[in-house]
Each structure stands twice: as structure tokens, then as C-alpha cells.
């Protein structure tokens, strides 16, 4: 079998986020879906894999999608999705077996209707320009948004708690005001208190803060007991001390890792302590060979991982076979409860049921498009591929 060319679709999905998918077709008639990060160009894979075999997805992840990161990823689900239905098989079956029929669903609630950085740059000198609180961001907010999620079936939710707000003494300065400090340990509490003791709830700073505050925080919420807190300060490759020192110094959990590809980046984190649950992003952390890879060096050190994802149902479905063969994998993040497309844009309607993903059991992804409904979400007189 041969690869004899690559199409995508323009980039669609609603104001907050985009998505471009992109099909690799053979000379056997089997296409495979995957997804193009970013919606960038595709002329360099079509370079690179024009000719070769889709089913030898190791050899193509080696030579050519690796140093594609996230882009490399997306066509290494087109290449499962190949394999599988040329054996007759899902997905998960290549990778092993699934060890689970379902996926664990948790729901990223956000923190308000802000999505791009247009809004939320406007949004921030506004808040701070009038001194008074955005209502999205008062805690009466974030908790009907909990009420509503845990009422669909979620048994695990996370917030974004680094938000724009009238507190903040110096905007280029990464410390916490006593005032945001005390908004964000009581709609912590107000979030724990509506949702009571058995639904799991994580916290999200994005890497908003310094050292001092960020362990200030940690600590004044141990007694909420959160699945995780995430990224309390920035990121860093290859100076994780600061992140370590948090973790040692606090017993509420640290998750970080959604920006890293590939699994050695995540190997220091967990030499150093310096987290207590990984989150590599499906696909952008390298597709199912890097994530396994991270899983299993995550298993060796006893943690668990809750992998980031952002991208579109056809990646989350690819996510979803992925997940289900991995030993320690607690939820999958769902980022998109407010786009009623990514439940509508596959043949397999409103995936998630109660806060969980069946895994498919049809060859490949397993999964079909629905093209009439993404073609009511193309730009105006765009084709589906080109």
C-alpha cells in the first residue's frame, strides 16, 4: 500500500477555537482521517510521504512526523486510522488492547465566555479600568457552571482561576493581591461546596503566578482536597527546580505538561519531584507513540495521567482508543462544552454520555464524518478537501 496524496479541509468551528482535518489517501482506496494542528500547510507532507507505506507508522514517525510536533501528530492518527482498517481492527487494538470499554471524560468549565486573546486582552483592561469584578468571574458563576456539568454526568471538573480582575497591582509583575488571592481560595471553597466531597475537582493557574503566591496558594486550599492544581507558575524546560519546590512544600497535587513533545521533556518533572500527575496534550505531545511513551515512564515513578486536549473530535476519538490502553490514565480532558459542533460532527452523535466515551469498536478510529454538518461550517463557498 502507497500513499498517493494528502487533502485538508479549510480551517472551521466556532469564533472560540478552529480546527482543520486533513485525510491521507492510498492506492488501495483506504483514506485515513487526522488532523492539521493549527491548520498548517500540508506541501511538506506531501514531500515527505507521497510514495511511502501508511502502514508502517513507527518508521513515519521516526524519519519524518517527529519533527513535525504537533502536525506530525495529527497525521499519525490518519496512519492508525489506515492501519486499522486495512487488518479489520480498531485502533486500540494495534496499540496493544484496550483495558477499559469507556473513557473518563473530565470537564475543563473555563472561567467565563472569553476564548481568544483579542477578548480576554479587552476583557482585562476593561476589568481593570472599571475596578469592579467581570460577573463571568464572581463565584455565583462558577458555581451554576458546576451544578450544570456534574447535572450532565461529570464526575470530574476543572476552572480556570487566573482571570482578569480589578485586584492586580502591576501588570507585568506574576504576584497575587490579598484580594485575588481571597477570590480564589473562596470560589475554590464555593466550588467544593456545591459539588460536595465525591466529584473531582482540579484547578487551572496557567502558569500565572510567582513561586511565593503559587505556594501561597496551594496551601490555603489543601483542605479542598483537589484532584489536582495545575501549573501554578510558568513553564520552563530544563529549570523545573522552582516547580519541585512547590511540590514538596504542599500536599495539594501538581499536574503539569500540556506544552511538552515528546517524552523526554517530561522525564526531568519526574526525576525532580516536580509534579504528581502528568498532562501530556493528545495530539500535540507527539500522537500515541510519545503518549504511551510518557505513560509508561510515568507508571515507573507510580503517577498517573490526565492527558490536555483541544482539538476536534477526530482527534479526540483517536485519544479515546489511545487512553483506553493505558494502565494509569485517570480522565481526558473535554474542552468543548460550549461548541456543539465537536458532538455533531461525526456519525457517532453526543459521544460522551455521563461523563465517559465508549470506545469504537468499527475499524481504524472507528469514527465517519458527518460532512454535511462541517460544510455548514466552512467559510462560503469553500470545498470540504482540497
Known amino acids: 500500500m502507497k500513499i498517493t496524496d494528502i487533502q485538508k479541509t479549510p480551517s472551521f468551528g466556532a469564533a472560540c477555537r478552529h480546527w482543520a482535518l486533513l485525510k491521507i489517501i492510498t492506492d488501495e482506496g483506504i483514506e485515513g482521517l487526522g488532523e492539521c494542528l493549527g491548520g498548517q500547510s500540508i506541501d511538506r507532507l506531501k514531500h515527505a510521504l507521497i510514495g511511502e507505506d501508511p502502514t508502517n507508522v513507527n518508521r513515519l514517525h521516526r524519519d519524518h512526523l517527529w519533527q513535525m510536533q504537533g502536525m506530525g501528530a495529527g497525521v499519525e492518527i490518519a496512519l492508525w486510522d489506515i492501519k486499522g482498517k486495512a487488518l479489520g481492527v480498531p485502533m486500540c487494538d494495534l496499540l496493544g488492547g484496550k483495558l477499559r470499554d469507556k473513557v473518563r471524560m473530565y470537564c475543563d468549565c473555563h472561567a467565563g465566555t472569553y476564548w481568544t486573546k483579542e477578548d480576554y486582552d479587552r476583557r482585562w483592561a476593561e476589568v481593570r479600568a472599571s475596578g469592579e469584578l467581570d460577573p463571568v468571574y464572581e463565584t455565583g458563576a462558577y458555581v451554576a457552571r458546576a451544578k ?117 521533556l517530561f522525564r526531568e518533572l519526574m526525576e525532580k519531584g516536580a509534579c504528581d500527575l502528568l498532562e501530556p496534550d493528545i495530539p500535540r505531545s507527539g500522537g500515541a507513540i510519545e503518549t504511551r511513551r510518557i505513560a509508561e515512564l510515568a507508571e515507573m515513578y507510580h503517577m498517573s495521567i490526565a492527558p490536555h486536549y483541544m482539538a476536534s473530535a477526530v482527534a479526540g476519538m483517536a485519544a479515546v482508543h489511545i487512553c483506553s490502553t493505558i494502565p494509569n490514565f485517570l480522565a481526558l480532558e473535554y474542552h468543548s462544552a460550549n461548541i456543539p459542533l465537536w458532538s455533531s460532527m461525526l456519525n457517532l452523535k453526543n459521544p460522551i454520555q455521563d461523563g465517559y466515551i465508549a470506545v469504537p469498536d468499527a475499524p481504524g478510529l472507528g469514527i465517519e464524518l458527518d460532512e454535511t454538518e462541517i460544510l455548514r461550517h466552512l467559510p462560503e463557498g469553500s470545498a470540504l478537501w482540497s
Open 148 to 264: 450544570e456539568r456534574v447535572a450532565a454526568g461529570f464526575t470530574a471538573l476543572k476552572f480556570d482561576l487566573d482571570v482578569p480582575n480589578p485586584w492586580k497591582m502591576d501588570v507585568y509583575d506574576r504576584s497575587v493581591s490579598r484580594r485575588q488571592h481571597e477570590h480564589i481560595v473562596t470560589t475554590i471553597e464555593a466550588l467544593r461546596g456545591a459539588i460536595g466531597p465525591y466529584i473531582d475537582l482540579s484547578i487551572d493557574l496557567h502558569g500565572s503566578f510567582n513561586l511565593i503566591d503559587g505556594l501561597r496558594i496551594c496551601k490555603d486550599v489543601e483542605h479542598l482536597n483537589l484532584l489536582w492544581l495545575e501549573d501554578p507558575i510558568r513553564w520552563e524546560w530544563g529549570n523545573v527546580d522552582a516547580l519541585a519546590k512547590i511540590c514538596m512544600q504542599t500536599e495539594t497535587p501538581i499536574c503539569t505538561g500540556e506544552i511538552f513533545h515528546g517524552a523526554k
